[in-house]
């Protein structure tokens, strides 16, 4: 059966917050999940690759799309299994992140406020495991339910399932298998709030926030005090991953770089790669397409309709000498679509 809202030769500049110019064979933008499965069953049928999309706020479009993308716009949020201060809050796929952040907060429910701000879709959340400020999505998380693709039926995943990591997930293992439809978080009215990392702290200086909706706010001003609008000027937010070193190689490179900015975790020691970039000398940097922000070393900005060749090129090179300086390799946040466009970014 052909899937409605079918678009032939579709622009995809739009469904990238990175907006780079792309087209794709085929586009259709889901709206319930049987809009979503027949455009699966259509393509499997017409042997067409197929690419998801949500917000587009973690995707790198570098060339056309010979096959279908898939635009996930499912909207619908609700409340479930409201028990005492807690309550689980149920998103679909195509939710704006953002405003569900906000959602949750000004209902006096706290756990994903130090999330707010973060571009993207709800479906797309778990994908990357998304976390700022000493917060990440598995914190909260208690399941979703994706359409399996290997199957064709629906399953239920739950956290241990879903394999969360640092920036990873199953998903991102095993990217062209499940088709995320809706998220489930478990919120509080009494969890204590994260406020210790870095800027946050220095926000509220020890005082202790009246509402999750006070901290969400703060994280709002924060972010946009450093951190650029995709939709005044494209990008795709962080565009390489923090890496994670041994403690070996920690004190070696401490004791070259006395100031080297970095964070323990359970794995390691966590280098914050803003500060690799920067003191490699690349923040501000502009050519006449694509730059890196002038506030935040780790936004790769598309001020001029840069290609997302260009935008690949340009991570290519500051990873390079992030690797010659500091013999760490830094790996990209972002996906790309396709995922065989003629360039070489493995290690």
């Given at each position: 059966m052909r899937p409605r809202h079918l678009i032939e030769n579709a622009d995809l500049q739009s469904l990238s917050t990175m907006a780079t110019p792309a087209t794709a064979h085929y586009l259709v933008n889901a709206e319930t999940p049987e809009d979503?499965?027949?455009?699966?069953s259509w393509a499997s049928w017409e042997g067409l690759q197929v690419q998801v999309v949500g917000g587009g706020s973690n995707l790198i479009f570098c060339d056309d799309f010979p096959g279908l993308v898939l635009h996930m716009a499912l909207r619908g949020k609700r409340w479930e299994a409201v028990n005492g201060d807690e309550a689980t809050l149920v998103l679909a796929a195509g939710e704006n992140w953002h405003q569900a952040v906000l959602y949750a907060a000004g209902a006096g429910y706290r756990g994903i406020e130090n999330l707010a701000l973060i571009p993207g879709t709800a479906g797309a959340a778990p994908v990357q495991n998304i976390g700022a400020y000493g917060v990440e999505l598995s914190d909260s998380f208690v399941s979703l339910l994706a359409w399996d693709r290997q199957t064709g039926e629906p399953v239920t995943l739950d956290k241990d399932d879903c394999l969360?990591?640092?920036?990873?997930s199953l998903f991102k293992q095993q990217p062209d298998r499940y088709l995320i439809l809706e998220i489930r978080l478990r919120l509080s009215r009494s969890r204590a709030f994260e406020l210790g990392y870095g800027e946050l702290a220095q926000w509220f200086d020890g005082?202790?926030?009246?509402?999750?909706?006070?901290?969400?706010?703060?994280?709002m001003?924060?972010?946009?005090?450093?951190?650029?609008?995709?939709?005044?000027?494209p990008n795709a937010g962080s565009f390489f991953k923090n890496p994670v070193v041994t403690s070996e190689q920690?004190?070696?490179?401490?004791a070259e770089w006395p100031d080297i900015v970095a964070y323990p975790t359970d794995s390691g020691v966590k280098l914050a790669a803003g500060w690799l970039i920067d003191q490699c000398g690349w923040k501000g940097y502009r050519n006449r397409t694509v730059g890196v922000h002038h506030r935040q070393?780790?936004?790769?900005?598309?001020h001029s309709r840069g290609s997302g060749k260009?935008?690949?090129?340009?991570?290519?090179?500051?990873?390079?000498?992030?690797?010659?300086?500091?013999?760490?390799l830094l790996e990209m946040e972002p996906g790309v679509v396709p995922k065989a466009c003629g360039l070489d970014f493995s290690a």
């Open positions: 979503a499965c027949t455009a699966l969360f990591g640092y920036r990873d005082e202790s926030p009246d509402s999750p909706l006070a901290v969400a706010e703060a994280v001003a924060v972010r946009r005090r450093k951190l650029p609008d995709p939709e005044q000027l920690w004190e070696a490179l401490k070393a780790l936004v790769l900005v598309n260009e935008i690949l090129e340009l991570a290519g090179r500051i990873r390079d000498d992030v690797l010659a300086r500091y013999g760490v």
